[in-house]
């Protein structure tokens, strides 16, 4: 049995040490010790996209990143996107009436962000493949490509 470690790491502009078993996901550190509940358990395998947030920059699930890796990383969840709810894709994402259910949306929506970190002016078919990881068990995909259209034109 693994004894528990203390890991000191950035999230959402904030430095944190928390204390668990080292295999603990950083998921269930975000919700539970954190209490930032915008980031979701979706199949716990990386096979969905629920769970999407940043680390250093770059999308990863958060199901699948444990504890030991992140000493000293820096992790944006949705909550730390736009505290007020005012970046582009959550505006896009109201005015295209994304969501249905709303459960894989904080992970969509993390996942475009990447994107168009990446690439500002992204086609309908790089928005398409990059987005391919991510399911919508609604299948609100048509509106899904549409707002982060629409996000990528308003931001430029």
């Known amino acids: 049995m693994s004894a528990k470690i203390s890991t000191t790491l950035t999230v959402n502009g904030k430095r944190h040490t928390v204390t668990a078993l080292p295999d603990?996901?950083?998921?269930?550190?975000?919700?539970?010790?954190?209490k930032l509940t915008g980031?979701?358990?979706g199949c716990g395998v990386?096979?969905?996209g629920a769970c999407t947030v940043h680390i250093d920059g770059k999308p990863n699930y958060a199901c699948l990143n444990p504890i030991k890796d992140l000493a000293g990383r820096t992790v944006?969840?949705?909550?730390?996107l736009s505290p007020?709810?005012?970046h582009p894709l959550q505006k896009a994402w109201n005015a295209e009436q994304v969501p249905q259910c709303g459960y894989c949306q904080?992970?969509?929506i993390m996942r475009a962000a990447a994107?168009?970190?990446e690439n500002r002016?992204?086609?309908r078919e790089e928005i398409v493949t990059y987005m391919n990881s991510n399911v919508c068990r609604c299948g609100t995909y048509a509106r899904i490509v549409r707002a982060i259209e629409r996000a990528a034109k308003e931001a430029a």
């Open 84 to 86: 007020d709810g005012t």
């Open 121 to 123: 002016r992204p086609t």
């Open 76 to 80: 944006t969840t949705i909550e730390g």
């Open 39 to 41: 980031t979701r358990f």
């Open 24 to 34: 603990t996901p950083l998921l269930w550190v975000l919700r539970e010790d954190l």
């Open 115 to 117: 994107l168009l970190a």
């Open 46 to 48: 990386g096979q969905c």
């Open 106 to 108: 904080s992970g969509q």
